[in-house]
């Protein structure tokens, strides 16, 4: 979930710690868990799960907590995974815009040859200012409508 989420381990311990505070006690068996941080933590965090535990021991106050904080993180990444799906909606389309402009900078066409997205490196390869390294490495570029429309221009 941390990974996900982009968060430190004690970040999300603590969410879910402030969800479940009057979670009943669940027992049964604990694995460790390594409560790494990260540098957007507050130093006063280690201090903030002691209290978030609310007088109970920190694994046995998690286990009883995560079911009620389970479905709150699963809604919040759906929501950062949304909003990473817009963001790389609109840098696709202004890739897409900058590529197929006539007015596109050679050195700006080289860095676009080098796109996650395959239309903007087709669109580069059939650019007419497309600087020479940037076509040679998109005639060996491993989706073929790229390598046809850099060859194409040879």
Do not use: I
Not at 11 to 34: C, D, E, I, Q, S
Not at 56 to 62: C, F, I, K
């Amino acid at each position: 979930m941390a990974r996900r989420a982009q968060r430190s381990v004690a970040f999300v311990v603590h969410r879910t710690l402030l969800t479940g505070k009057a979670a009943a006690p669940v027992t049964g068996p604990t694995a460790p868990l390594a409560l790494t941080t990260d540098e957007d933590d507050p130093p006063s965090l280690s201090a903030k799960l002691h209290l978030a535990a609310a007088g109970r021991a920190l694994d046995q106050a998690l286990v009883a907590s995560w079911p009620l904080a389970r479905e709150k993180f699963q809604a919040w990444l759906a929501r950062l995974e949304e909003a990473s799906q817009a963001e790389r909606a609109d840098d696709l389309d202004r890739a897409l815009a900058e590529a197929a402009d006539r007015a596109t900078a050679p050195a700006r066409l080289a860095e676009l040859a080098k796109s996650e997205y395959p239309k903007v490196r087709a669109l580069v390869a059939a650019h007419p200012a497309a600087p020479p390294d940037a076509l040679e490495r998109l005639r060996a570029d491993r989706e073929r409508s790229v390598r046809e429309a850099a060859s194409a221009r040879a």
